[in-house]
């Protein structure tokens, strides 16, 4: 063990290199725990490199003038780490001298409550830890504060050898799961514990630590394999002997309704993975994490490094964190490790999609085209689909109904299925936004739920908005293929219109704000892939349902091909199946994880990515013949048969991707150029082309060209109140335009 804690704190300190201070003969102070500039509760784990021939019975460590040497221990060769405890709020310096060597360590720490780097705290905030259910089946209880804030409490649980039933403990199960008995006393074992047998070859009992509380308002719990018998309190020293030092970050789900509340269920419980557990795979989780209550995924990335930070300040630095989540679980995943370069270590996920704006900007389009074709009568169905991309017109008015993610408006339902203003019903009526009778209430957006990011228009206190589609020529492929006509596809465009700040039709273009469009490509809340994940392994075990129900296959093909254009047109960080058939691609996806973690040569984390991918994880499908076959196939993106896996599982597009847009379906706000009739397959009458001209007289989309105000994600980017990397910073300026 003494060996492996060293190895581990090592590989952390190289992986924290640039949080190194300056030093003089050799002395060097590290923090392992997180970025010394943005400590929270303060508590850091600190790690001191001694000068060569320096003995450590001569170092001294003092902590904003305090002496806490007491708390410093050995970890390896001229090596010592310590939890510091007791930091003020704001800059302090940690100390350290030995010998005639001496280091000094600028910190600066933050409330447990937050915010670090997401901005001004969102209002109204809903608490809700009287409703989070625990493991034994009691709740947190009545909020401590104005903040949400709640008691820390641990339990104890554990796998049964008889029978266990199904019911779950707390009624709901939403934060609990089927496998376990509480323990009844930790000073005991049950005599009908079950033991399991942890990737690291340990046998110990199935008994599992859950650890909850509150942290960045959200409320949060980590779970461990733990013996409450003989493993002693937890340090970073002294981790539980069942901890296979692997970590996994969970981010639940959804999106609709995830506006101003704390989250009575964290959408994914901790304890839900049974298997992972029983291998001793510790996870953490925020019920801010979780999409359904909170639809931010930079406030998600905040959040995640709280947590991971106090992860580790309680059991120790990991061999290596894993992102793993669906659905709007997925984009937050792959968000964060983009988003914040050596947060996470790799992404596994399954219901893609890139970001939230890609659903909700493809949801914008496709409502506008229903709205029109049901203004416009003189489309078929079949041409109305041609038009979508999507399958079918299911699929079609299922992908216009999750424009409700941009839709402030309370019960406007002019398509079939449509729901307005999603809201939890936990967010009291009076708190709403209403055009008509509560023009100050709180608006149910992806765009407000990130205000801080888009900055707000100081005229009616909404957030900024991207949706633009200035240029966009709707249906360009549908004509090329003689699917419409010219005139349907001119009066289309002509007909179209927008969309205004309330999500209400407008017979012009929308024009999406600069500054917010340009902001949000440095946020990663439109994910750019270039920053986290162009050096981490990506495992996209994919499941998509092209006939409706909005989980499509495009969304995957657009994630892999952000990959791809991060990376000079390679995608071997990623690997993408069709279907899924047992255990088989999590247990590649793990031998590439520990390949990569053991690797401590100094050789680019990319490089050692590629070098260490398993031969056998390929991308591709499985034929769910019996027995199921997995078959390898570079996967193109294709709606027809042109190779195994796309016969197998053709995948159809969007509408900005049937008017000429990429692929990447990255671009907020396209650059324009004068109309070309190079661009259209069909015969045009000089009369036509003279109509398109007045139809788009700016000029029409270049696709071939990067997005207006396209641009790479600012790596650990703060909004607030953070003075590192500061973007932006609501209240003041709140622009319009940049």
Same mark, same amino acid.
């Given at each position: 063990m003494k060996l492996l804690l060293t190895a581990l704190f090592v590989t952390a300190a190289i992986a924290t290199a640039t949080l190194q201070t300056p030093s003089s003969a050799g002395l060097a102070l590290t923090t392992l725990s997180t970025d010394a500039s943005r400590v929270t509760g303060g508590d850091v784990l600190v790690q001191v490199r001694l000068p060569e021939g320096t003995s450590p019975e001569t170092l001294t460590v003092t902590a904003a003038g305090r002496n806490v040497t007491s708390a410093f221990q050995s970890t390896g060769r001229q090596t010592m780490a310590g939890l510091v405890t007791g930091l003020p709020l704001g800059a302090s310096t940690i100390d350290a001298r030995a010998g005639a060597a001496s280091a000094r360590l600028p910190v600066t720490s933050y409330p447990v409550t937050g915010p670090v780097i997401s901005g001004p705290w969102q209002q109204p905030f809903v608490c809700q830890t009287d409703a989070f259910a625990l493991p034994? *089946? @009691?709740? $947190? *209880?009545?909020? $401590?504060? @104005?903040n949400c804030s709640a008691r820390t409490v641990v339990h104890y649980v554990y796998?049964?050898?008889? @029978? +266990?039933s199904t019911a779950v403990p707390g009624g709901s199960g939403r934060n609990t799961a089927p496998w376990y008995t509480p323990l009844p006393d930790p000073r005991t074992l049950p005599a009908d514990v079950a033991s399991t047998t942890t990737t690291d070859g340990r046998s110990v009992p199935f008994i599992v630590r859950v650890e909850t509380g509150t942290m960045n308002r959200g409320i949060y719990q980590n779970a461990i394999l733990f013996d409450p018998t003989t493993d002693p309190a937890p340090t970073p020293f002294t981790p539980p002997r069942g901890w296979n030092r692997r970590l996994l970050a969970v981010h639940g789900s959804g999106c609709p309704g995830g506006w101003y509340i704390q989250g009575a269920a964290l959408g994914v419980s901790v304890l839900?993975? &049974?298997?992972? $557990?029983?291998? *001793?795979?510790? +996870?953490?989780n925020n019920t801010l994490n979780h999409p359904t209550n909170s639809c931010n995924a930079f406030l998600a990335g905040e959040t995640t490094m709280m947590g991971k930070e106090h992860f580790i300040e309680e059991f120790g630095v990991p061999l290596y964190t894993i992102s793993y989540g669906g659905s709007g679980g997925a984009y937050t995943s792959l968000q964060v490790a983009d988003a914040f370069p050596g947060l996470i270590d790799g992404v596994e996920i399954r219901a893609t999609f890139p970001d939230a704006l890609a659903i909700a900007m493809s949801g914008s389009d496709a409502h506008l085209l229903t709205h029109y074709f049901v203004s416009h009568p003189g489309f078929s169905e079949a041409q109305q689909v041609a038009v979508s991309g999507y399958h079918g017109m299911r699929a079609f008015i299922d992908a216009a109904n999750q424009s409700q993610r941009t839709d402030p408006v309370p019960l406007?339902?002019?398509i079939e299925g449509y729901q307005s203003a999603r809201w939890n019903a936990a967010v009291p009526a009076a708190l709403r936004y209403d055009p008509a009778h509560a023009r100050g209430g709180a608006r149910p957006t992806v765009f407000d739920a990130a205000r801080n990011v888009y900055g707000v228009n100081p005229d009616t206190g909404a957030a900024l908005r991207v949706f633009d589609n200035t240029g966009v020529q709707y249906g360009l492929a549908a004509l090329n293929s003689g699917s419409i006509t010219v005139q349907q596809f001119l009066d289309l465009n002509a007909g179209i219109g927008g969309l205004d700040q309330d999500a209400n039709y407008t017979p012009t273009r929308a024009a999406g704000d600069a500054g917010a469009i340009h902001r949000a490509y440095q946020a990663g809340l439109m994910l750019g892939a270039n920053g986290g994940l162009r050096s981490i392994p990506i495992f996209d075990n994919a499941t998509s349902n092209e006939t409706g129900g909005y989980h499509y296959g495009w969304f995957h093909f657009? $994630?892999? &091909?952000? +990959?791809r254009r991060a990376n000079g047109g390679n995608d071997d960080s990623m690997v993408m199946w069709r279907s899924t058939a047992g255990n088989r691609g999590r247990e590649l996806f793990d031998e590439w994880m520990t390949a990569i973690a053991a690797d401590t040569s100094t050789r680019p984390a990319r490089e050692k990515m590629r070098a260490h991918r398993p031969a056998a994880l390929t991308s591709g499908c499985y034929d769910r013949a019996t027995p199921p076959a997995f078959v390898a196939d570079p996967l193109p993106f294709a709606s027809g048969p042109v190779s195994p896996c796309s016969t197998l599982y053709p995948v159809y597009a969007a509408p900005r991707l049937v008017a000429g847009g990429p692929l990447a379906a990255d671009v907020l706000k396209c650059q324009l150029k004068p109309v070309d009739a190079r661009d259209y397959t069909v015969p045009m009458s000089a009369a036509d082309r003279a109509r398109l001209a007045t139809i788009f007289p700016g000029g029409v989309c270049d696709w071939q060209k990067p997005g207006r105000e396209q641009t790479p994600v600012v790596p650990w980017a703060s909004f607030g109140p953070s003075p590192v990397n500061l973007v932006f910073q609501l209240p003041s300026p709140q622009v319009r335009s940049r």
């Open positions: 034994d *089946g @009691t709740t $947190l *209880g009545a909020p $401590l504060d @104005t796998k049964s050898t008889r @029978t +266990v839900a993975d &049974e298997s992972r $557990l029983a291998q *001793g795979y510790a +996870v953490f406007r339902t002019d657009a $994630l892999r &091909e952000r +990959v």
